[in-house]
Nanobody
Framework: QLQLVESGGGLVQPGGSLRLSCVAS????????MGWFRQAPGKVREGASC????????YYTDDVKGRFTISRDNAKNTVYLYMDNLKPEDTGTYYC????????????????????WGQGTQVTVSS
């Protein structure tokens, strides 16, 4: 029942910006911690940013802190990732994830096997 659909990826030059969106359906959105993860070519999937149920607490991994901003609009069942000052190493597939009974920090570092995932959206940062 739980479905997550990402959008907003694309090709952008270094230093540029993108906004990713993840629209959720089929579950009680405000009961789930949400997060954005990314997987670069040839690399394992890593957490980027995660957010608490009501959006009051956010967490960013070191590689994106200061450049990315996560937010959620529970009325729209949507979580966003605003990405600024993009670097070539930000290139990869970005996935939205949802999980219950987690806080934002552990969500980003070790999402549970029970987490639900979207199909991903491709972000390419290149000149």
């Amino acid at each position: 029942q739980l479905q997550l659909v990402e959008s907003g990826g694309g090709l952008v030059q270094p230093g540029g910006s993108l906004r990713l969106s993840c629209v959720a359906s089929g579950f009680s959105f405000d009961s789930y911690v949400m997060g954005w993860f990314r997987q670069a070519p040839g690399k394992v999937r890593e957490g980027a940013s995660c957010i608490s149920l009501d959006g009051g607490t956010t967490y960013y991994t070191d590689d994106v802190k200061g450049r990315f901003t996560i937010s959620r609009d529970n009325a729209k069942n949507t979580v966003y990732l605003y990405m600024d000052n993009l670097k070539p190493e930000d290139t990869g597939t970005y996935y939205c994830a949802a999980a219950r009974y987690f806080n934002s920090r552990p969500m980003c570092h070790s999402p549970p096997l029970s987490a639900s995932w979207g199909q991903g959206t491709q972000v390419t940062v290149s000149s």
